[in-house]
Protein backbone atom coordinates (compact mmCIF):
# COMPACT_ATOMS: atom_id res chain seq x y z
CA UNK A 1 0.00 0.00 0.00
CA UNK A 2 2.99 2.53 0.80
CA UNK A 3 4.05 1.78 -2.85
CA UNK A 4 1.53 2.76 -4.33
CA UNK A 5 0.71 5.81 -2.43
CA UNK A 6 4.35 7.08 -2.87
CA UNK A 7 4.12 5.63 -6.82
CA UNK A 8 0.31 8.04 -7.31
CA UNK A 9 2.45 11.14 -5.22
CA UNK A 10 5.39 11.05 -7.84
CA UNK A 11 3.38 10.89 -10.56
CA UNK A 12 1.12 13.70 -10.01
CA UNK A 13 4.39 15.91 -9.01
CA UNK A 14 5.44 15.04 -12.32
CA UNK A 15 2.58 15.44 -14.52
CA UNK A 16 1.87 19.02 -12.21
CA UNK A 17 5.33 19.89 -12.79
CA UNK A 18 5.29 21.19 -16.17
CA UNK A 19 1.99 23.14 -15.86
CA UNK A 20 3.23 25.45 -13.41
CA UNK A 21 6.97 26.10 -15.11
CA UNK A 22 4.50 27.11 -18.23
CA UNK A 23 3.31 29.89 -15.76
CA UNK A 24 3.99 33.53 -16.99
CA UNK A 25 6.02 35.44 -14.62
CA UNK A 26 3.69 38.13 -12.25
CA UNK A 27 3.46 41.07 -14.22
CA UNK A 28 1.89 44.75 -14.65
CA UNK A 29 -0.46 45.00 -17.32
CA UNK A 30 -1.70 48.71 -18.88
CA UNK A 31 -5.21 47.38 -19.27
CA UNK A 32 -7.76 44.32 -19.19
CA UNK A 33 -6.73 43.60 -22.64
CA UNK A 34 -3.45 42.95 -22.56
CA UNK A 35 -4.29 41.23 -18.98
CA UNK A 36 -7.17 38.86 -20.53
CA UNK A 37 -4.79 38.42 -23.67
CA UNK A 38 -2.43 35.97 -21.43
CA UNK A 39 -4.94 35.08 -18.71
CA UNK A 40 -8.64 34.97 -20.76
CA UNK A 41 -10.51 34.86 -17.56
CA UNK A 42 -8.82 37.67 -15.16
CA UNK A 43 -6.61 37.16 -12.33
CA UNK A 44 -8.00 36.87 -8.49
CA UNK A 45 -6.17 37.03 -5.12
CA UNK A 46 -6.75 34.14 -2.59
CA UNK A 47 -10.05 33.83 -0.80
CA UNK A 48 -11.70 36.70 -3.43
CA UNK A 49 -15.59 36.45 -4.34
CA UNK A 50 -16.06 37.73 -7.61
CA UNK A 51 -19.43 40.39 -7.29
CA UNK A 52 -20.78 39.84 -10.40
CA UNK A 53 -24.25 38.18 -10.57
CA UNK A 54 -25.97 37.92 -14.20
CA UNK A 55 -28.13 34.47 -13.44
CA UNK A 56 -25.45 33.08 -15.54
CA UNK A 57 -22.44 30.74 -13.93
CA UNK A 58 -19.26 32.96 -13.47
CA UNK A 59 -16.67 32.18 -16.05
CA UNK A 60 -13.28 30.58 -14.12
CA UNK A 61 -10.67 32.88 -13.12
CA UNK A 62 -7.56 31.92 -11.73
CA UNK A 63 -6.17 32.63 -8.21
CA UNK A 64 -2.72 34.16 -8.99
CA UNK A 65 -2.01 36.53 -6.01
CA UNK A 66 1.34 37.95 -7.38
CA UNK A 67 -0.40 39.04 -10.40
CA UNK A 68 -3.08 40.21 -8.60
CA UNK A 69 -1.30 42.41 -6.48
CA UNK A 70 0.83 43.87 -9.50
CA UNK A 71 -1.98 44.76 -11.21
CA UNK A 72 -4.89 45.74 -8.48
CA UNK A 73 -5.47 48.92 -10.53
CA UNK A 74 -7.42 46.73 -12.99
CA UNK A 75 -9.84 45.51 -9.94
CA UNK A 76 -12.49 48.26 -10.66
CA UNK A 77 -15.05 46.85 -8.34
CA UNK A 78 -12.50 46.10 -5.64
CA UNK A 79 -13.74 42.16 -5.19
CA UNK A 80 -10.65 40.93 -5.79
CA UNK A 81 -10.45 39.39 -9.08
CA UNK A 82 -8.92 41.88 -11.84
CA UNK A 83 -9.99 41.74 -15.51
CA UNK A 84 -12.49 38.65 -14.72
CA UNK A 85 -15.24 38.14 -17.31
CA UNK A 86 -19.02 38.37 -17.00
Do not use: W
Amino acid sequence: MLRTTAAVTVAAALIAAPAQAALPKPAKYQNCAALNAVYKHGVAKAGAADKVSSGKPVTTFLVYPDTYAKNTHLDRDKDGVACEKK
